[in-house]
């Protein structure tokens, strides 16, 4: 039948998480609680050598003296860190891992994700890095990436076969003490990706990293780490989900990307980490600290796909250090239920002719609150900056809210800002009219969403794209009738 | 193949529709006229099925089959189509994909793979060159920025795309210049047949001089008064409506 609001309103909050299972693996948790000895013992568990344990450790002793930051438009009840585990590995990890070692009934599940790793490697020219809880399960290509010079693997193998390289950009970009969760992060990290791409070498495939939290009470706290080298370049993904639980998990990660003198690097997200069901309950909070470096002539861009956490805080950022730097940050955010979701970027304009872009559209459905922050800084040094910000929203019903908190800084007066914001509604006339062309409800807000986002969706490589098309989907559909 | 009986309906508990009474036969051409606010553009909606419209008496049939259980997409899917008034803008959808979900949509409808993207190209094709479309219009955003004859000519477009057996023109050739009112009717013309109806709402006799029509009706204050064939149209456009509201009042 022909769509009225409160239908509308109804059928959104039907849609059930899809990837709510939950493969029973052998897995070693660390006991509850943090302290000194807790990040020792992560440290030692890993094999890691002194430097990186001192560096835990200074992190740690950072984070105890901080406080966990309130100025973000989301209420919920603060985790208790003394409440999580804060190390989980499936026992059958190996550190010599090929494909042919890894589980069969992890690769049961990425294939239940849709993500099969054979496939991906038959298939889609996709190099790999699986991080499931903590541990990095399984990186495909690397031969074909080695021959190049291309380093694409765990943090922890980095930290122990890549040392100059971690220890001189390990938080060079996102500092220890950044925030509170960037530090609990430098402090307790488990594993997460390195990549490095040598001079002048552009990647012939896109590089991609999955996680996901299986484990019941665990955080889970990766790091990542990028460096493109002078005039190379490099597109990676990062895709992520959690089987659905009542209690809340915590998702502490930190991004950190490198771009040297010329180098371009495309950084895109997928996040669907379990957003609660349909009554608030359960859910990933996600506390995220993404930012990246740009020297001279360097190109970075963000581009995420939000669909999923019950509660979200990031901000991919740019240092627009290098004088002709490029930021470019392109995202969809999308909640529903009683989804909360503080998000928006950092463009901060340092070198001259920098230049920023800020495409941001947010979806907002059910009772959830969407929020977009950004800021726009250009220095007193910063001759000839430019920005150019777009905050669109649409909202779905009458009970969710959609909020845009732009700042901007200017002190430098050769600076061109622009802000467009828009903020429109789903109508019952677009329906009706979709509706009179033979295509049901569901599919016509599904081709409604997309249209409104796809000045995002085309920045996304073809694989991805199709994916996130179909997540928006899903995120904003419950089965008609 | 469209039968109306007896048809009242409500907006908003305002009844609009008074006992509508109409038969269209396939290959027949109707005009429906009348003055403002008689109804006409809530005959149409209510003929697509449009819920913010209540029924509260009568039926309407296509081919025999009651359609008061039908929901909108699936009346589409069995034929009716609808040339809106004021079409919508949908952002960021071309036109290109919205016609191709709506065929697909359609066509799985009725157990149909998705049409091949070479048939829908030469489809495509096809019918844009028939309504004399610019292909670079396709690629645009639904409606966003059309003009009035653009917006008007995209319906009749989408018409010759999904090729209904029952095509209602909702005030098509409002905001049409001659050049563009005379495409839209030589291409309403060339896609008429004998297994098709078209029933045309206009105000003026104007588009009546391109498509004409086998049966002209009167709506008046949510009935049908009068009834005739072409002739009734241009008498209306001599006299007006008046001597009907006078006739009709006695």
Not at chain 2, 184 to 190: E, M
Request: with cysteine.
């Amino acid at each position: 039948m022909a769509y009225t609001e409160e239908e509308l309103k109804k059928e959104l909050e039907t849609k059930e998480y899809e990837y709510g299972f939950y493969t029973d693996i052998e897995s070693e948790t660390f006991p509850n609680g943090l302290n000194e000895e807790i990040v020792i013992a992560i440290s030692k568990k890993k094999g890691e050598p002194e430097w990186m344990t001192l560096w835990r450790l200074e992190a740690f002793k950072y984070w105890k003296e901080m406080e966990e930051p309130e100025w973000a438009n989301v209420h919920y009840q603060k985790p208790d860190f003394q409440a999580i585990s804060y190390y989980s590995a499936p026992k059958k990890a190996d550190p010599n891992k090929t494909l042919d070692d890894v589980d069969p009934e992890l690769l049961e599940m990425y294939k239940k994700l849709g993500i099969s790793v054979d496939e991906q490697k038959k298939l889609q020219n996709v190099a790999v890095d699986i991080v499931m809880d903590s541990v990095s399960v399984a990186t495909t290509f690397k031969k074909t990436l080695a021959e190049k010079g291309i380093i694409f693997c765990s943090i922890s193998e980095a930290i122990k076969e890549h040392p100059e390289l971690v220890k001189k950009y390990i938080g060079s970009v996102v500092p220890k003490r950044d925030n509170f969760y960037a530090a609990l992060n430098s402090a307790v990290f488990s594993d997460g990706s390195f990549c490095y791409i040598p001079k002048g070498v552009r990647c012939p495939m896109e590089l991609s990293t999955y996680f996901r939290i299986n484990q019941a009470g665990t955080g889970q706290f990766e790091r990542t780490l990028v460096i493109a080298d002078e005039d190379s370049y490099v597109s990676y993904l990062e895709g992520c989900t959690a089987p659905s639980r009542d209690e809340n998990q915590l998702h502490a990660a930190v991004v950190e990307l490198v771009a040297l003198d010329g180098a371009e690097i495309k950084y895109s997200t997928v996040q669907n980490w379990f957003p609660g069901n349909k009554e608030g309950k359960g859910g990933v909070f996600n506390f995220v600290t993404k930012r990246a470096l740009c020297e001279k002539n360097a190109k970075v861009s963000w581009t995420q796909v939000e669909t999923g956490s019950a509660v979200t805080w990031k901000y991919p950022s740019c240092i627009l250090k290098g004088d002709n730097s490029i930021g470019e940050f392109y995202s969809i955010a999308v909640t529903n239920n009683y989804q909360q979701a503080d998000t928006g970027t950092k463009m901060v304009h340092i070198g001259k002719n920098t230049k920023s872009t800020i495409i941001s559209k947010g979806i907002s459905a059910g009772k959830s609150q969407n929020s977009y922050r950004g800021l726009v800084q250009v220095n007193s040094r910063a001759d000839g900056a430019r920005n150019f910000s777009q905050c669109d929203s649409l909202l779905m019903g009458n009970e969710c809210g959609a909020h845009t908190f732009p700042y901007i800084e200017a002190k430098n007066k050769s600076a061109m800002i622009e802000h467009e914001a828009t903020t429109s509604k789903i109508g019952e006339d677009q329906i009706f009219y979709c509706n009179q062309r033979g295509i049901d409800t569901e599919k016509a807000i599904a081709l409604i969403v997309n249209g409104f986002s796809k000045e995002v969706l085309n920045k996304l490589p073809m694989e991805f794209a199709v994916e996130a098309q179909k997540l928006l989907e899903i995120s904003l559909e419950g089965s008609v009738g | 193949m469209l039968k109306i009986k007896d048809l009242h309906a409500n907006v908003d508990d305002k009844e609009i529709l008074k006992g509508i009474n109409l038969e269209v036969k396939a290959g027949e051409v109707h005009a429906i006229m009348g003055p403002n606010g008689s109804g006409k553009s809530t005959l149409a909606s209510v003929i697509a099925g449009n819920e913010h419209f209540e029924v509260t008496q009568g039926s309407i049939e296509l081919s025999g089959e009651d359609l008061e259980e039908v929901s909108p997409e699936e009346r589409a899917h069995k034929g009716v189509f609808l040339s809106f008034q004021y079409p919508v803008e949908i952002p960021g959808v071309s036109v290109t994909n919205f016609m191709k979900t709506a065929i697909n949509e359609s066509r799985k409808a009725k157990g149909l793979e998705d049409m091949p993207a070479k048939d829908m190209l030469k489809l495509i094709r096809e019918k844009s060159e028939l309504l004399e479309i610019d292909r670079k219009f396709l690629s645009r955003s639904l409606n966003e920025g059309f003009s009035g004859g653009e917006k008007k000519r995209n319906e009749i477009f989408q018409m010759a795309m999904l090729e209904p057996k029952v095509a209602i023109l909702d005030e098509t050739d409002s905001g049409l210049d001659i050049d563009a009112l005379r495409i839209v009717a030589s291409g309403v013309n060339k896609l008429k047949s004998k297994d098709n109806a078209v029933i045309l709402i206009t105000h003026y006799q104007r588009l009546l001089e391109y498509i004409v029509p086998d049966f002209v009706h009167v709506l008046h204050n949510g009935k049908i008064v009068k009834s005739g064939g072409k002739e009734l149209a241009l008498e209306l456009e001599e006299k007006g409506y008046d001597w009907l509201k006078q006739e009709t009042a006695v």
